[in-house]
């Protein structure tokens, strides 16, 4: 038997979470709960604020994946056996808002524009500006969001910060 999704029990989910997942200082993107038979997978996605940059460690992770489990327990919101998954975005997550792009920040991205072409660069900020956000990229490039059909996350296995450290370094003396 497929799996069934419950939009009732997505927004119980997400109504006792939220304020758990607030408490620890993130966002809550997502919560459902997926059924097949009698037993259950509660899936619960968490992001750093809007105003953070970097990555959700695993220690904060697991913080919060404890308090969640305790809450669910507590409330006993969810019927019968269920598994807890407690996770973030990743870096495929496509940008479709603009908190997602706030949180991009640092990052490579590359945007499919509504006319077709496409452009790739370091997204430097997102700013307000005239009649909406405006994503700044290297060089000070700057891509109404409205012009953006798509948005993804490139993935590199040289991070910025990376780059950074690395300058410093090479300006020390040894």
Do not use: C, F, W
């Amino acid at each position: 038997m497929a799996p069934e999704r419950s939009h009732t029990s997505d927004e119980r989910i997400g109504s006792v979470v939220s304020p758990v997942v607030e408490a620890a200082g993130l966002h809550l993107e997502d919560a459902r709960v997926v059924r097949a038979g009698n037993r259950s997978m509660v899936r619960v996605t968490v992001d750093l604020p809007d105003d953070e940059v970097g990555s959700l460690d695993s220690d904060r992770l697991g913080d919060v994946s404890r308090e969640i489990s305790s809450t669910l327990d507590d409330t006993d919101v969810v019927r019968g056996q269920y598994t807890l998954e407690v996770s973030t975005p990743g870096a495929s997550r496509p940008l479709t808002e603009p908190r997602h792009y706030r949180r991009a920040r640092t990052r490579t991205v590359r945007l499919t524009l509504a006319d077709g072409g496409t452009t790739t660069g370091r997204l430097r900020d997102v700013v307000e500006a005239g009649d909406g956000l405006v994503l700044v990229l290297d060089g000070g490039a700057r891509v109404p969001l409205s012009d953006v059909r798509k948005g993804k996350v490139e993935v590199e296995l040289k991070r910025l910060e990376d780059e950074d450290a690395g300058t410093a370094r090479d300006g020390e003396e040894g």
